[in-house]
């Protein structure tokens, strides 16, 4: 599968954003999904996962329900809501897809991720 993140760009804080993750060659049904962000000299953290058919997603602690993960199977995309952005945000987000998983139980370490898709920058500022 092939995946294309986009949606990023420079935004005032307090402000929403909504990322796409647009996939191609394989359905998305396929797939647990997750979106992570890094930033320079930091590993890649969890943000959000959704599982393949869409029913049961799970978020971060520390994005306090300010972020939304979603999935349109039927289009293939797979969308990240950002609201009430915060400077802390600014990061290169990336989505990725899990061939293996079959149950989403809780967060996700970025290493158990099979394909990633390049990243899109997410700035705030203040």
Not at 88 to 110: E, F, H, S
Request: glycine share 10%.
């Amino acid at each position: 599968v092939q995946l294309q993140a986009s949606g990023g760009g420079l935004v005032q804080a307090g402000s929403s954003v909504r990322l796409s993750c647009a996939a191609s060659g394989r359905p998305l049904s396929n797939y647990v999904m997750g979106w992570f962000r890094q930033t320079p000299g930091k590993e890649r953290e969890f943000v959000a996962a959704i599982s393949r058919r869409g029913t049961s997603s799970y978020h971060a602690d520390y994005l306090e329900g300010r972020f939304a993960i979603s999935k349109d199977n039927a289009e293939n995309t797979v969308y990240l809501q950002m609201n009430n952005l915060k400077p802390k945000d600014t990061a290169v987000y990336y989505c990725a897809a899990d061939r293996k998983r079959q149950v989403l139980a809780g967060p996700i370490d970025y290493t158990d991720m099979d394909y990633w898709g390049k990243g899109t920058q997410v700035t705030v500022s203040s």
